[in-house]
């Protein structure tokens, strides 16, 4: 009897192991989609502080990109529209404050807005920073200010 047992556990772990592959009807597998092309752009461990901060990008532009924020603390309005899928995070009131994100390895800090657009299509990846811009490439120490910093990742590269 234990013997059985044991063979059962062992099955039942096996198939626990099977591939999670979607497969037909016939049990033959589903192609397997292949993941969006992106770009090593925004790879590098990376600082960037402005005013205002306009991330735009693919579809699958919200897979690497992370938000940090406090409805509290923040307006929070998101549309969508002919352009695509617009998320916009505004300080409240207009006094001094932090909206965070992190797109791959940058770390992003707007201290008045952050706006996020998914556009369809395969767009490039486009950072668009206004207003007292410091960046900081953290690998070299490399340091950047001025009022406006475009930064654009081309798909697959």
């Not at 062992?10 to 037909?24: G, I």
């Not at 668009?128 to 950047?144: C, I, P, W």
């Amino acid at each position: 009897m234990r013997h059985i047992a044991i063979l059962c556990a062992s099955s039942f772990l096996l198939a626990a192991c099977q591939s999670d592959q979607p497969t037909r009807a016939d049990g033959t597998a589903l192609p397997r989609a292949e993941p969006p092309a992106w770009t090593t752009r925004f790879m590098g461990r990376n600082v960037l502080m402005a005013t205002e901060v306009r991330i735009e990008g693919p579809k699958g532009l919200l897979d690497h990109l992370v938000t940090k924020s406090d409805p509290r603390e923040h307006d929070i309005a998101v549309q969508t529209l002919p352009a695509g899928f617009l998320q916009q995070f505004q300080v409240k009131g207009g006094r001094p404050g932090e909206i965070r994100a992190q797109l791959d390895q940058v770390v992003i800090v707007a201290t008045r807005k952050l706006s996020i657009l998914e556009r369809p299509g395969e767009v490039p990846v486009v950072v668009h920073a206004a207003g007292d811009v410091y960046y900081k490439e953290l690998s070299t120490g490399q340091e950047l200010r001025q009022a406006v910093l475009t930064i654009e990742g081309r798909l697959g590269q």
